[in-house]
């Protein structure tokens, strides 16, 4: 099995919705290519970090809800993937729609 199929099982684990497994596949290998420990320093913020590539905008509200400390944390494939699913959620919540983040339509 490749990196992104290990990692979408561990997020299935972790809540993931199941029927998402494939398109969380793809965002992972666009936006890291599925290396946990992935850093773009370029993006806003203070950068995007982790498989999903979460950026600083979400560290305060991701500390909040106790998923981080500091941003490092989100080098941490288990880590990363909490977080992600917690803003995913968020869009469902607010959006009708958990990809808006990652610009998926």
């Given at each position: 099995?490749?990196?992104c199929?290990?990692?979408s ?32 320093r ?64």
């Amino acid at each position: 099995t490749s990196a992104c199929e290990q990692f979408s099982a561990l997020a299935i684990n972790l809540g993931w919705p199941a029927d998402q497994r494939n398109v969380l596949e793809s965002i992972m290998k666009r936006e890291s290519n599925c290396t946990p420990n992935a850093i773009n320093r370029k993006d806003p913020f203070g950068g995007s970090r982790g498989l999903l590539q979460i950026n600083g905008s979400w560290h305060k509200w991701l500390t909040a809800k106790g998923i981080m400390t500091q941003p490092s944390n989100l080098l941490q494939a288990e880590t990363n993937l909490r977080a992600g699913l917690e803003i995913y959620n968020y869009g469902v919540e607010r959006y009708g729609f958990g990809w808006g983040p990652w610009s998926v339509k």
